[in-house]
C-alpha cells in the first residue's frame, strides 16, 4: 500500500510565476490537509478537504493560494504569482475514512514539495 | 487563539538518557493530541491520545495526557542515536483544524 504521493518534490519558480503542487493521499483514504512549513517553524494548517468539496480553509491566505481535490486525481494547492515568502515546504497529509477501523484523526505524511522562490 | 506550546525547543542527551519532552496547549474545542517524529521528511505517527491518564506505550517510547492541566508528555528511555529528530505535537479541534507546536529537536550523541 503506497503512503501519500507528493510531487514535484522540489519545486523552483521566479517571482510572479505559478506553483501547482500535487497530492495523492494513501489508498482509500478520501480527506487531505495541506500544511506549510517555514524554516525552523512548525507545520502551519492550510485547508482540509474531501473529494469536491472543501471542509475547512480557515488557514489559507485570503488571495493567491487555492486548493482542490477533484473526483478524479490527485489534490492540487495552487500558488498564483508567488513571493519569495511562499518558499517553504508543503506538506500534505491524508486520513483513513469512517468505519476503517483506525482514527480520523490520524493523518498520514507525505514528502513535502519544497518550493523555492527566486 | 488556539496554541500548542512545546518545550524546550532542543534537548542534547548522550546515548542511554532518558528524556521527557513536554506540551502544552490552549485550543477552544479539543478533540485530540497527536505526537510525530519528524526527521528529514515527512512526520510519522507516534501516538494519539484523547483521554486523561491513559498511558500510550510503543516500545521505548510513552505518552500520556493531563485534559485538566492541559498538557501532554512524551517519554523516551535508553535513548539512541536513531531517536535524533524533531519530535512534534499537535492538537486536533472539533473543527477539522491540525494546530502543530513549533517541535522539539532532540538530538542524540553517541
Known amino acids: 500500500n503506497a503512503g501519500v504521493m507528493q510531487n514535484p518534490r522540489h519545486l523552483v519558480r521566479r517571482r510572479g510565476q505559478e506553483a501547482r503542487l500535487r497530492c495523492s493521499p494513501m489508498k482509500g483514504h478520501s480527506h487531505v490537509y495541506w500544511y506549510r512549513q517555514l524554516p525552523e517553524e512548525g507545520l502551519k494548517f492550510m485547508v482540509y478537504?474531501?473529494?469536491?468539496?472543501?471542509?475547512?480553509e480557515s488557514g489559507m491566505p485570503k488571495e493567491r493560494f487555492s486548493a482542490e481535490f477533484p473526483k478524479e486525481g490527485p489534490s492540487i494547492l495552487r500558488i498564483q504569482q508567488v513571493v519569495r515568502g511562499d518558499s517553504a515546504a508543503y506538506f500534505c497529509?491524508?486520513?483513513?475514512?469512517?468505519?476503517?477501523?483506525?482514527?480520523?484523526?490520524?493523518?498520514?505524511f507525505g514528502p513535502g514539495t519544497r518550493l523555492t522562490v527566486l | 487563539e488556539d496554541k500548542v506550546v512545546q518545550s524546550p525547543l532542543s534537548l542534547v542527551v548522550h546515548e542511554g538518557d532518558t528524556v521527557t519532552l513536554n506540551c502544552s496547549y490552549e485550543?477552544?474545542?479539543?478533540?485530540?493530541l497527536l505526537w510525530y517524529k519528524q526527521e528529514k521528511k515527512a512526520p510519522t505517527f507516534l501516538f494519539m491520545l484523547t483521554s486523561s491518564g491513559i498511558e500510550k506505550k510503543s516500545g521505548r517510547l510513552s505518552s500520556i495526557l493531563d485534559k485538566k492541566e492541559l498538557f501532554s508528555i512524551l517519554n523516551i528511555t535508553a535513548t539512541q542515536t536513531g531517536d535524533s529528530a524533531i519530535y512534534l505535537c499537535?492538537?486536533?479541534?472539533?473543527?477539522?483544524?491540525?494546530?502543530f507546536g513549533a517541535g522539539t529537536r532532540l538530538f542524540v550523541k553517541a
Open positions: 485550543v477552544t474545542n479539543f478533540r485530540s
Open positions: 497529509a491524508s486520513s483513513p475514512p469512517v468505519g476503517s477501523g483506525e482514527s480520523t484523526d490520524t493523518q498520514y
Open positions: 499537535a492538537v486536533r479541534t472539533g473543527g477539522f483544524k491540525t494546530i
Open positions: 478537504l474531501q473529494k469536491e468539496n472543501i471542509i475547512d
